[in-house]
């Protein structure tokens, strides 16, 4: 694979962690004041920009016909999904209040925090006030009757320019009125491209420094200008590698061919975790059934990729527990983070150990800008390697995701200055580097 070189994130957003944020499972109040409450706790662990799932007001019909498979399956019985909306521009009362939100973004940027919003505009409940406005606010078939999507909720009509004009009306009302710093789009690349970028324009002229991240595979980011990151990559893979499922040669050519289909430039949000995978995960999340030195190791990865890295909330403390889109106390259920976990040895070693990495990353502009080539490595497939490549300074980053140690010979390459190191030993000799490695462990490390 020739080397990968991303495209430069604004300033503001270089050498960057963000952190995402579910009220619902951040709490135990699960509100916007209550997590007000937590932001020095972000602050103080190197998080420059926050990321809120979505906190409008939810569509409550009941009927399960208008439900997600996964909603039902879930058990909850709650028909409130945070992604069915009903009303774009209220704050669902679960939650909080106008009054609530603006002092948290106004916190947050006391602290040095950016905030960006989850928005949802591939669909809407099926009782949302935008259908009071007009018939062609959503799809309809020949009948009459509302298309409904792979969630079964009602798709919007962008075929409607009062449907674009109403949506482009909500991502301005939040900033205007809000002051937020950035979106992340709901299955992006299902919503027509050209709203998206008309959308950018008009944020553009009246704020600097916003940022969008698209959840989807991405092909249209690397050719048009509205999003700065995109969020859809192998992830499965990379869990596969970590848990030792798959040989480091079959995750590369997952990366290779992923960067290969049209997406040589995308700038990736990289993680292990977020509100999708540990709601989905039930008792098996990864943070529960792997080794705690497999999760550190996977997440040292993504603080070594290129593109910006995330946080999931309470994977800076190991929290395990399981979670869950519909769980809130109005109906009987709160499954969110163990903050108690912050005090055991696993939280705290965990709790340094990101910050470390959130450290690295933001003082490190070989991580942060870097072009990545792999690293051959002739070790019967069973180490990973890459290299970082910043104005002639380079990085070298090995990961041993095999139970035993492994012993490697790097020829023609000198360790000069170790940046992380989670359980390796490196011996320089004439023709180039010795690196031990024990088990589920990495180093990251400077070369001549």
């Known amino acids: 694979m020739d080397s990968f070189e991303p495209k430069a ?25 209550a997590a007000e409450k937590l932001l020095p706790h972000l602050a103080d662990l190197g998080i420059r920009i926050l990321y809120l799932c979505p906190f409008n007001e939810a569509d409550d019909d009941e009927n399960r016909d208008y439900w997600s498979p996964r909603q039902i399956a879930s058990g909850m019985n709650n028909p409130k999904n945070p992604y069915r909306i009903n009303d774009y521009f209220r704050i669902d009362s679960e939650y909080g209040t106008d009054e609530d939100f603006a002092s948290f973004v106004r916190v947050a940027h006391q602290l ?11 669909h809407c409940g099926p009782k949302a ?3 009071s406005m007009d018939s062609d606010m959503i799809q309809r078939d020949k009948e009459d009757k509302p298309i409904l999507g ?5 798709l919007l009509n962008y075929d409607s320019i009062k449907l674009r004009e109403y949506m482009w009306g909500n991502m301005l009302y939040f900033v205007k009125k809000f002051d937020i710093d950035g979106y992340r ?11 998206w970028e008309e959308g950018r324009r008009r944020i553009d002229a009246i704020k600097k420094d ?10 249209q980011v690397d050719e048009k200008s509205a999003f700065e990151l995109v969020y859809g990559f192998r992830h499965g893979s990379l869990l596969k590698f970590f848990k030792n499922e798959i040989s480091p040669s079959e995750f590369r050519k997952e990366l290779d061919d992923y960067f290969a289909d049209g997406r040589k430039n995308l700038r990736i949000m990289w993680y292990i975790d977020n509100h999708d995978i540990a709601s989905d995960a039930y008792e ?8 705690v030195k497999q999760v550190g190791n996977a997440l040292a990865f993504v603080f070594a990729m290129e593109g910006m890295p995330l946080l999931y909330n309470g994977q800076e403390i190991a929290d395990s527990n399981r979670h869950s889109l519909w769980a809130n106390h109005e109906y009987g259920h709160h499954l969110g983070i163990n903050w108690a976990t912050a005090m055991t040895p696993k939280g705290e070693n965990r709790l340094a150990f990101v910050k470390e990495l959130i450290k690295l990353r933001a003082n490190n502009r070989v991580l942060t800008m870097g072009t990545r080539a792999w690293l051959d490595i002739n070790h019967e497939d069973k180490v990973l390697g890459l290299v970082r490549t910043y104005e002639g300074n380079k990085v070298v980053c090995i990961f041993n995701a095999e139970k035993e140690m492994q012993r490697v010979s790097l020829p023609h390459i000198q360790a000069k200055k170790i940046v992380l190191n989670t359980g390796a030993e490196i011996q320089d000799i004439s023709d180039g580097s010795v690196v031990e490695l024990q088990r589920y462990s990495c180093v990251f490390f400077e070369i001549k």
């Open 129 to 131: 006030t935008l259908l």
């Open 210 to 219: 916003f940022i969008m991240l698209d959840e989807a595979p991405g092909i």
């Open 284 to 291: 098996e999340r990864f943070e529960k059934t792997a080794d």
């Open 185 to 195: 789009c709901d299955v992006g690349d299902n919503v027509p491209l050209s709203f």
């Open 112 to 122: 040095g925090i950016k905030v960006m919003l989850d928005i949802v505009y591939l």
């Open 9 to 33: 994130l604004p300033l503001f957003a270089q050498g960057v962690t963000m952190y995402q944020l579910f009220l619902r499972q951040f709490t135990p109040e699960g509100t916007l004041q």
């Open 150 to 154: 792979t969630w079964h909720f009602p």
